[in-house]
T-cell receptor
Framework: DSGVTQTPKHLITATGQRVTLRCSPR?????VYWYQQSLDQGLQFLIQ???????AKGNILERFSAQQFPDLHSELNLSSLELGDSALYFC??????????????FGPGTRLTVL | AQKITQTQPGMFVQEKEAVTLDCTYD???????LFWYKQPSSGEMIFLIY??????QNATEGRYSLNFQKARKSANLVISASQLGDSAMYFC?????????????FGKGTLLTVNP
């Protein structure tokens, strides 16, 4: 158990719908990262937050948005869902110190299926 | 920009034998980290081992060791005394130190199957 929690574990929805994925980082970690894992694209970085502020963006679609709240949990919002958004979505967190040695610990993931 | 190449889509190993999973990287960052993660069929991503670009010695964590050859830009994972539970996807990843972006860039992975 990495200490990172994600809910829900599975999500099945229809095209055009909107969903919210939730992540709680490990105790003491300030950074939260979101990744998408799909068969065709592999593991891709979406977005990073540090202590409530957005720090970096990857190949995140405009239909997707995220935020990190004062209690450090994060939510990833996916809207106008398409079949191609079906994937495993991971949240990871890393500690605030340690420089380059800061390891990212992953949550169990949310498997999203868009029908 | 960073890139990870894992050239072995699948590998087979007999139980109790050692196996090496290949990883080459490309990065423009002067300082970087290299990571290996394991993803069993259940789906979670499990951190295995880390190697810093300026570390003098190869990293080791139990049965896992990292064969780091900086000049060749390779960071191969060695698993000794393979166990059936080692059957999983293995991902190599790199993280640069540019600014505050510590995102991980992953390779496509290697599916390891341990045979009894």
């Amino acid at each position: 158990d990495s200490g990172v929690t994600q809910t829900p574990k599975h999500l099945i929805t229809a095209t055009g719908q909107r969903v919210t994925l939730r992540c709680s980082p490990r105790s003491g970690d300030l950074s939260v990262y979101w990744y998408q894992q799909s068969l065709d694209q592999g593991l891709q970085f979406l977005i990073q937050y540090y202590n409530g502020e957005e720090r970096a963006k990857g190949n995140i679609l405009e239909r997707f948005s995220a935020q990190q709240f004062p209690d450090l949990h994060s939510e990833l919002n996916l809207s106008s869902l398409e079949l191609g958004d079906s994937a495993l979505y991971f949240c990871a967190s890393s500690p605030p110190s340690g420089g380059d040695r800061r390891t990212q610990y992953f949550g169990p993931g949310t498997r999203l299926t868009v029908l | 920009a960073q890139k990870i190449t894992q050239t072995q889509p699948g590998m087979f190993v007999q139980e109790k034998e050692a196996v090496t999973l290949d990883c080459t990287y490309d990065t423009s960052d002067p300082s970087y980290g290299l990571f290996w993660y394991k993803q069993p069929s259940s789906g979670e991503m499990i951190f295995l081992i880390y190697q810093g670009s300026y570390d003098q010695q190869n990293a080791t964590e139990g049965r896992y060791s990292l064969n780091f050859q900086k000049a060749r830009k390779s960071a191969n994972l060695v698993i000794s005394a393979s166990q059936l539970g080692d059957s999983a996807m293995y991902f190599c990843a790199t993280r640069g130190s540019g600014g505050s972006n510590y995102k991980l860039t992953f390779g496509k992975g290697t599916l390891l199957t341990v045979n009894p």
